[in-house]
C-alpha cells in the first residue's frame, strides 16, 4: 500500500475490516439470511473464544467472510471484479496482518449490537459518509479497483449495502479489474 494509506486515521485496512465485520453481522441478521453462518452473533462468539481466545472476533470474520465471499462470487463473477470479501491481495495482507488494537471500541460496540439489526444499521450509516446509493438489488458496479483502495471507495461501498439493507434486498457492490496496457 502507499504511504498515503498508511497516513489515513483510521487506516484504510481497519476501515475494510470493521466494514466486512458489520456487513456480515447484518447479512447473518437479516430474514432471510444472505450466508447461512452463524459467527457474527453471541452464540457464535462464544464457540470461537474456546477454540481461539484471543482471536475470536478474527476467527469469526474470516469464517462467515468466507461464506459471503462465494455468495457475492454467484453474484457478480470472479474473474476480474473485487468485493469486500475478495480483495487486492496487497490489501488482504494487511487485513491479516493487522494487529487488534485494544484501545479500539468499535469492536465491543459491535457486539454489544449483534442480532440487533436497527443497532447494527446505525454503527453502518456513518460509514457511508453522506454517499446515497440505488437501492435496486442484486450487483452494482461502483467503481474500479483504483477507486475500492480510497475512502471513497469504501464509502460507496458502505452506501450500497446500507440501502440493500434498508430494503432487505441483497445487493453486492463490487469493483472491476483495470486492464493492463488499456486492453
Known sequence: MTSEHEKQKP????????LRALVLALGESTAPAWWKTE??????????????????FLAAVHAAGKAASDTHDRAVGR???????????????????????????????????????G?????????????GADASPGAKKIG????????????????VYHAAF???KPGFPYFTAETVGGR
Open 11 to 18: 487506516p484504510l485496512p481497519l476501515l475494510v475490516f470493521r
Open 39 to 56: 459467527f457474527m452473533n453471541e452464540t457464535g462468539l462464544r464457540f470461537l473464544e474456546r477454540l481461539y481466545p484471543r482471536t475470536s
Open 79 to 117: 474473474v476480474g471484479v473485487y468485493h469486500l470479501f475478495r480483495l487486492p491481495e496487497s490489501l488482504e495482507t494487511e487485513l491479516h496482518r493487522m494487529p487488534p488494537d485494544p484501545a479500539d471500541d468499535f469492536f465491543p460496540t459491535l457486539r454489544n449490537a449483534l442480532g440487533r439489526p
Open 119 to 131: 443497532e447494527l444499521m446505525q454503527l453502518l450509516a456513518p460509514m457511508c459518509g453522506g454517499e
Open 144 to 159: 474500479t479497483d483504483k477507486d475500492l483502495m480510497t475512502t471513497a471507495g469504501l464509502r460507496r461501498t458502505a452506501a
Open 166 to 168: 434498508v430494503r432487505n
